[in-house]
């Protein structure tokens, strides 16, 4: 790495290629702690829920993907050979985006968005990609919404009980059942639903880095943790608390709408790697990392996105790109190398953060100690997969982490419409 780049990120205290395995077993720490029912970062939710072990044939469920600021719904039905027919697919605007909406106002506009799908079947997979408590019925208790939804009447609501009694406020005749599940869950289920034709797994994990990030694997009984059954647990991993923070994240923290909060998915995730980047070009402009016409030019920026960010390090003298048109103008040989190297350090820090978390899970679950029964990872998300050199560097981390350290086998895996096959299947387990 430039020696200016790597000592200005040295002094600011961010790391550059770290050691994984105290993070890793920080986790593991958390985990059970979580696990336990004492005080851990991560919330560690159980769902009361494995994927199933039948083949689903020749049922329909109406599919929920609420999260963000998009509401998708559709009809999805498994045929005579279990294959998903997805079907009357919409998609809208999230209720509560727009303006400030009652409990009663905003699952009002959850039935007028399902009117399209009305009695096409009496089972629902809910998809809600908010912190929320499972209940043993597969409803879900809201604990809190994303800045982006203005609806606090809803927290602390059953969220399934809510919906079915406004469907059937608008004419439902079907009695519902709704089943509540967040986008890591689905995405397991998908990876569990579709094994490769003469593949087989131990276990399976959901994991997500787009826009925020997170991870669920399956708990197998454990004498550790009375009680437990063996079920899926989302692991809320963006709210780990203990992993290093640089003065770049305890500075973007204390300016983000929620300071102290989803601490390691500030670290990770992609609504929050363009503003990390801009603290530190910020404060590399300031200590005089670049020349003196190009600092005049960065110190003009604003803010920056992801987008920003991916678009110059796939391809820096694009000038489609603002820092790339900035450098373009007047940026210096040495002025692209510190520029570059100081992003890919941001990006490669979210890729072994990433790969410490999925490494902890796959140690969680206990499994993939057969070469020919690896651990499923079910990976979604558009950081994980579009940004740069993410996806690769995980996949190189965990064969070091997982194959070389611990003798543990796994498979990295992709689905077509993940979430909402997921989500289906989730919504049939009830039955």
Not at 345 to 363: K, N, Q
Request: aromatic residues 8%.
């Amino acid at each position: 790495m430039n020696n200016s780049a790597a000592v200005f990120l040295g002094k600011h205290n961010f790391p550059l290629n770290f050691d994984m395995n105290p993070i890793v077993d920080s986790l593991l720490f958390d985990m059970n702690e979580g696990l336990s029912g004492r005080k851990a970062g991560q919330d560690m939710i159980r769902t009361f829920c494995v994927p199933p072990e039948r083949k689903l044939s020749g049922e329909s469920v109406i599919v929920i993907d609420a999260g963000g600021t998009n509401f998708r719904s559709c009809l999805v039905t498994f045929d005579q050979a279990g294959q998903p027919v997805i079907d009357f697919m919409e998609k809208t605007k999230m209720p509560g985006i727009e303006r400030e909406l009652s409990r009663k106002e905003f699952f009002e506009q959850f039935a007028e968005n399902l009117e399209h799908l009305k009695d096409k079947s009496s089972n629902i997979g809910f998809c809600f990609s908010y912190p929320m408590t499972i209940t043993e019925d597969g409803d879900g208790v809201l604990l809190g919404f994303s800045k982006e939804i203005k609806a606090p009447e809803v927290v602390g609501c059953h969220i399934g009980k809510e919906l079915a009694q406004a469907l059937a406020e608008h004419g439902w005749t079907k009695k519902v059942k709704i089943s509540l599940l967040n986008d890591t869950v689905a995405a397991l289920l998908a990876g569990a639903a579709c094994p490769e034709e003469g593949n087989l797994y131990s276990s399976y994990i959901g994991f997500i880095l787009g826009t925020g990030m997170n991870a669920a694997y399956i708990q197998d009984k454990d004498p550790a943790y009375p009680g437990l059954k063996k079920q899926i647990i989302v692991c809320e991993s963006g709210k780990f608390d203990k992993a290093p923070r640089s003065d770049f994240d305890i500075s973007y923290d204390q300016k983000s709408v929620k300071p102290g909060t989803g601490l390691l998915e500030k670290q990770c995730s992609g609504a929050y790697l363009g503003p990390v980047a801009h603290e530190v070009i910020q404060a590399a402009v300031k200590e005089g990392l670049f020349s003196k016409k190009f600092s005049e030019s960065l110190a003009a920026i604003e803010s920056l996105t992801l987008i920003e960010i991916d678009s110059f390090l796939h391809a820096p003298y694009r000038t489609a790109s603002v820092l790339g048109a900035k450098a373009a103008e007047c940026a210096t040989e040495e002025d692209y190398d510190i520029l570059h190297q100081l992003l890919d350090a941001i990006v490669d820090r979210s890729a072994r953060l990433s790969a410490s978390i999925l490494t902890a899970c796959v140690v969680k679950s206990g499994q993939g100690k057969n070469a020919t029964k690896p651990v499923c990872i079910l990976c979604d998300g558009t950081t994980f997969y579009k940004t740069h050199k993410i996806a690769m560097r995980v996949q190189g981390y965990l064969e070091d982490l997982l194959l070389r350290q611990r003798g543990l086998f796994y498979e990295i895996v992709s689905r077509d419409n993940d979430i909402t096959l997921g989500t289906a299947i989730g919504g049939l387990m009830g039955k």
